[in-house]
Nanobody
Framework: QVQLVESGGGLVQPGGSLRLSCAAS????????MAWYRQAPGEQRDLVAAIFSGGSTNYADSVKVRFTISRDNAKNTVYLQMNSLKPEDTAVYYC???????????WGQGTLVTVSS
């Protein structure tokens, strides 16, 4: 029973910051590509940022510079540091773990981020 548990979401004012965390269990964490996706109401679930097993990262254009993804393999945890938040960042943020060699793909339950005055 693989489990991904997100935390850190909440209400923040425009220009503020949040850090999301995703703790994984029952996977060999260091082998997985970890990623954050987000989905606003009525919209598609889109990739926000990904960090590969070797440490390389990719970001959606809309969050480059403002967001930073990182991982701590010793803690089986991936983070998303979100700075300079905008109302359009409001969404449910989902953690994803993927290992193509095993055909493995797992999702967390999501955490809500609301950016509003």
């Amino acid at each position: 029973q693989v489990q991904l548990v997100e935390s850190g979401g909440g209400l923040v004012q425009p220009g503020g910051s949040l850090r999301l965390s995703c703790a994984a269990s029952k996977i060999i964490f260091s082998r997985y590509t970890m990623a954050w996706y987000r989905q606003a109401p009525g919209e598609q679930r889109d990739l926000v940022a990904a960090i590969f097993s070797g440490g390389s990262t990719n970001y959606a254009d809309s969050v480059k510079v403002r967001f930073t993804i990182s991982r701590d393999n010793a803690k089986n945890t991936v983070y998303l540091q979100m700075n300079s938040l905008k109302p359009e960042d409001t969404a449910v943020y989902y953690c994803n773990a993927k290992y193509d060699y095993r055909g493995a793909n797992y999702w967390g339950q999501g955490t809500l981020v609301t950016v509003s005055s």
